[in-house]
């Protein structure tokens, strides 16, 4: 797929539940878990799931991962890793949810499209590095566009990781794989040094 060639997506929401939080000026928002499926067979990533939260003001994305209970557990881990760098200890709306599983709202509704847009390509041992921006068409769904990281190796275009930007979403795929330790060395890892070696404006201009 070549750069800046764009393709559609299909949005729809599977869960929602609202959270009570103790966190700086929140009381509460709502988790919700989207499927976003593929409208082209030439897109490099298989269906995934997103796990976002709406403070009532922004609805930012959190998590990704291959089923909803990955995107949710993604999104936790994120959650802490984000107040233990900037805030110290505070509420985890991923956390409550996955203790109130059994309470979430479980529905399957088309929610809108996204534009998808792949923004890199790195080639690396045993397949391809992909970054794509997602993009909410309608601007009703998202606070903002995001980027999901992808390894296309030919047996599989699982999403590895998501951020607020290309690096950021990189940098979720590259600590994902250490966790999950795949047979093969972090192809995330190898796209990221080859990228800060040549410069890549792509990285500075986020």
């Known amino acids: ?29 709502t988790v919700f878990v989207y499927k976003i499926k593929s409208d082209s067979d030439d897109l490099f990533f298989d269906n995934f799931y997103i796990a976002t939260f709406d403070d009532q003001e922004d609805n930012i994305v959190w998590g990704v991962g291959p089923t909803p209970l990955d995107a949710l557990k993604n999104a936790e881990r994120e959650w802490d890793r984000y107040c233990n760098e900037e805030e110290g200890e505070c509420s985890n709306p991923f956390r409550e949810t996955l203790e109130k599983l059994g309470d979430m709202q479980i529905e399957d509704t088309y929610s809108g499209k996204v534009t998808v847009k792949e923004v890199l ?3 690396v041992k045993d ?21 999901i990281a992808t390894f296309d190796n030919l047996r599989n275009k699982i999403v590895w990781g998501v951020g607020a930007t290309p690096l950021d979403a990189l940098e979720d795929a590259e600590r994902n794989w250490d966790r999950l330790g795949d047979e093969f060395p972090n192809p995330f890892r190898e796209a990221l040094e080859k990228l800060i070696e040549e410069g890549n404006n792509m990285l500075l201009n986020y």
């Not at 397949?127 to 980027?147: A, K, N, T």
């Open 127 to 147: 397949g391809s590095v992909f970054v794509y921006e997602i993009e909410d068409d309608e601007g009703e769904l998202f606070s903002c566009e995001f980027y």
């Open 1 to 29: 797929m070549t750069e800046n060639v764009v393709r559609k997506a299909n949005v729809r929401l599977i869960y929602s539940i609202f959270v009570e939080l103790n966190y700086d000026d929140l009381t509460g928002g």
């Open 121 to 123: 390509n790195v080639p």
